[in-house]
């Protein structure tokens, strides 16, 4: 797949990687939100839907996100 082109298209994939990654661990936004308190976060399922929905969340929350996921590496070509 070839990197985004527009700022738009790199959140929205951002977005959607998170939701995959979610989704293989086998986590709600409830687990997520529960688990990113280890990191310094307060986070609520809804806050977590509203961001990725909008692909608005901040480049701390993406990383904080998978750490919290147990992602632990992340390829740009994945993304």
Known sequence: MAFAKTEQE???R??????????KAELTYDDL???????GFKETKASIANKLA????PTAFFLAA????????VRLEDI
């Open 10 to 12: 790199w959140a929205e």
């Open 14 to 23: 951002a977005s959607r990687h998170l939701k995959v990654e979610l989704k």
């Open 33 to 39: 939100a529960e688990r990113m308190k280890e990191h």
């Open 54 to 57: 909008r692909g608005t969340h």
């Open 66 to 73: 998978l750490a919290a996921i147990g992602c632990e590496t």
